[in-house]
């Protein structure tokens, strides 16, 4: 894997070169053949890593018409911004009223007030009402997501009437797998597969081959519904209505696996204890990375106060049996790991929609009883471990205390601190959910805070009353 990967990179890193190469030499003729014989998020990709602005330009523009719009919505905003920068409005209108309207919508978003007016006043009359009504959606809604260029029949026509206009407007749709079907009103009444309508005799109605049960979405459901919506019903494209059920856009499967990707992103910002950025890594800066990281730090480094509160009310008995202060990080980061493990994955089980709030009792005792085989186990090799290392040498106790009865009541601990972690962590992110809050936000960061407390005071509390 990891060789074809090298091999990847390799014959990526030689197509930048060959085009540097190129453009350097003014070889345009052989670089316009070059870049023709690439994929267009493959250009997007090596464009991405030219640094000149000039190198950037002149690549794009020896791009053909319809592939340099296709380009320009795989490139990042940051590249797209050095490019609309450094051509002409008369360049930029082509551009914006050759794109899927859902690509310029969201081009338009990641732009500064002032590309974006640029934008709106180059577009063509058409192009600009749709980009505006689309802006006009919550971000994050289905109606932000969503293109109007899709494909729709009226019931009434024939399968030859459908096809000829299907070979008319195909160009400018951005899917035709599936067509749907509305009334003279646009309200959606059903959908077709293209694969059906070619199947079928040319004098066949549409409303005799198409299927009114559609799988739909609202213009102001949430993106992640959608997105659950598309992967329950397997689907590829999703028709958009409004309240009126009027059949308003399309939203088609890159766009939702755009959406997975991001939800993704921000649930593991948020397992790690971070406010999610918007940008890439390399193009945030330093002190908007800082600020998104500083404050759950802050909130973690005041909550682990209470560790320290509670070691040290137990400081005289530490000071009695002074080996016991080597096994708290050890019973400290095996809690914390056992609670992490749960709630990751119930967390996983949430999102997925495995399990709800009311099956809480239902996972309590599965985790209880997975604790209870886990932390035996632990258990175990945990105590041989402490005998045989006082046998060779590692560990030593005062006078009157016993080795065993230690080793006892630590893996007695481990026991103890493994079931109370794993309990923390199924119930908070179940809980978290029931409050309509992001069950993410109780990962591995906040249940360690939580269950190093918990653990600290079950070990003292066993070790209080065996040992003293």
């Known amino acids: 894997m990891g060789e074809w990967f090298t091999v990847i990179q390799e014959a990526k890193n030689g197509e930048l070169h ?70 002409s409005d008369r360049e930029l209108a082509s551009i914006i009223n050759d794109m899927f309207v859902d690509d310029a919508v969201d081009f338009t978003e990641e732009m500064p007030a002032n590309i974006v007016k640029r934008v709106l006043s180059t577009a063509d009359p058409e192009t600009r009402k749709a980009i505006n009504q689309l802006l006009k959606y919550p971000e994050y809604s289905a109606g932000s997501l969503m293109t109007t260029e899709l494909l729709r029949f009226k019931s009434e026509w024939t399968v030859e009437a459908a096809i000829d206009y299907v070979r008319k407007n195909c160009s400018e749709l951005a899917s035709i797998t599936y067509a749907f079907v509305t009334d003279d009103s646009r309200h959606l009444s059903g959908v077709v597969s293209m694969k059906d309508v070619l199947a079928s005799a040319d004098d066949m109605l549409i409303s005799d081959i198409m299927d009114d049960d559609v799988i739909y979405a609202f213009t102001l459901d949430d993106q992640a519904d959608v997105a ?15 309240r009126e059920q009027r059949l308003v856009g399309l939203i088609t499967i890159d766009d939702v696996v755009d959406v997975i990707e991001d939800e993704n992103t921000e649930d593991i910002y948020k397992m790690a204890a971070m406010a999610p950025i918007e940008d890439s890594y390399m193009s945030t800066g330093v002190f908007k990375l800082a600020g998104k990281r500083v404050v759950w730090l802050l909130i973690l480094m005041v909550s682990a106060t209470f560790t320290g509160l509670i070691i040290t009310k137990f400081e005289s008995m530490l000071t009695a049996v002074a ?22 994955s119930v967390i996983r089980a949430l999102v997925l929609g495995e399990v709800k709030f009311s099956n809480i009792f239902k996972v309590i005792w599965k985790e209880f009883r997975v604790s209870i085989i886990v932390g035996l186990c632990v258990a175990a090799v945990n105590f041989l471990r402490i005998i045989i290392c006082y046998y060779i040498g590692m560990y030593s106790v005062d006078a009157g205390q016993s080795i065993y009865l230690i080793a006892g009541v630590v893996s007695l601990t481990l026991v103890l601190a493994v079931i109370c972690a794993k309990f923390v962590g199924c119930t908070l992110p179940m809980l978290a959910n029931k409050a309509n809050l992001d069950p993410a936000l109780m990962a591995s960061p906040m249940i360690t805070t939580i269950v190093d407390a918990v653990s600290l005071l079950v070990y003292f509390g066993i070790a209080s009353l065996v040992l003293l």
């Open 18 to 87: 060959e085009i540097l190469s190129l453009v350097e030499s003014h070889s345009f003729g052989d670089l316009r053949n070059v870049l023709m014989d690439i994929n267009p998020a493959d250009i997007a990709e090596q464009m991405s890593e030219i640094e000149d602005d000039k190198s950037l330009l002149v690549v794009f523009r020896l791009l053909p018409k319809e592939q340099a719009a296709e380009v320009f919505a795989y490139l990042e905003p940051n590249e797209q911004q050095r490019i609309v920068n450094g051509i």
């Open 228 to 242: 659950e919506r598309f992967k329950k019903y397997d689907v590829v494209s999703m028709p958009v209505v409004d």
């Open 323 to 344: 080996i016991l202060t080597s096994f708290i990080p050890m019973l400290m980061d095996t809690s914390g790991n056992a609670g992490s493990q749960a709630s990751v």
